[in-house]
């Protein structure tokens, strides 16, 4: 059985700063694809940010300067650091595990299997 559990969302003003964690067990993380989701009010889900292998990672391009995506493999953890928050970046965030990153990895979320609950974060102006 594989468990996902994302956490440290909140509630921040623009322009603060939140870093979010997803702890996976039930397997080694490391090995497959992992990213991080987001799906706003009245919006599609969309990839954020990805780490498919040490040195390799992706982000949206609404994003890029301000998230950062980092892993610890000894604490089976993926992190998401986000920075100038604005108020377009009210969402809910979600960690989800694909395929082994031997096969390759993507945004497009029907590879991916398993989901974490989510973690709210709400910016205000």
């Known amino acids: 059985q594989v468990q996902v559990v994302e956490s440290g969302g909140g509630s921040v003003q623009s322009g603060g700063s939140l870093r979010l964690s997803c702890v996976v067990s039930g397997y080694t993380s490391s090995r497959y694809c992992m990213a991080w989701f987001r799906q706003g009010p009245g919006k599609e889900r969309e990839g954020v940010a990805r780490?498919?292998?040490?040195?390799?990672?992706a982000y949206v391009d609404s994003v890029k300067g301000r998230f950062t995506v980092s892993q610890d493999n000894a604490k089976n953890t993926l992190y998401l650091q986000m920075n100038s928050l604005k108020p377009e970046d009210t969402a809910a965030y979600y960690c989800?595990?694909?395929?082994?990153?031997?096969?390759?990895?993507?945004?497009?979320?029907?590879?991916?299997?398993?989901w974490g609950q989510g973690t709210q974060v709400t910016v205000s102006s």
């Open positions: 780490i498919s292998s040490a040195g390799t990672s």
């Open positions: 989800a595990i694909g395929p082994p990153k031997s096969y390759g990895c993507t945004f497009f979320d029907g590879i991916y299997k398993d």
